[in-house]
């Protein structure tokens, strides 16, 4: 019975330590993406075009020091 409690109770701890600090850590990275992607739509649709003309040049970019 004693190396079965002692089992449990080390499950018990990974579980604290390890899973709720994953766990924690997952949300505040949600949170913290959901305000800068909040902060970013302004609205303005300027900006959204830059956007994606600087991403696509990047992406060109990419794919030509890649090959």
Same mark, same amino acid.
């Given at each position: $019975?004693?190396?079965?409690? /002692?089992?449990? /109770? =080390?499950?018990? !701890?990974?579980? /604290?330590? @390890?899973?709720?600090?994953? @766990? ?11 305000? !800068? !992607? /909040?902060?970013? %739509?302004?609205?303005? @649709? %300027? !900006?959204?075009?830059? $956007?994606?003309? $600087? =991403?696509?040049?990047? $992406? ?8």
């Amino acid at each position: $019975v004693r190396p079965v409690h /002692r089992l449990a /109770r =080390g499950a018990t !701890l990974g579980d /604290r330590d @390890v899973i709720e600090t994953y @766990v924690a850590g997952a949300a505040g990275s949600a949170l913290g993406l959901g305000w !800068l !992607l /909040r902060k970013a %739509q302004t609205g303005g @649709v %300027q !900006l959204y075009v830059m $956007v994606v003309v $600087v =991403g696509a040049a990047a $992406v060109a970019l990419a794919a030509g020091l890649a090959t």
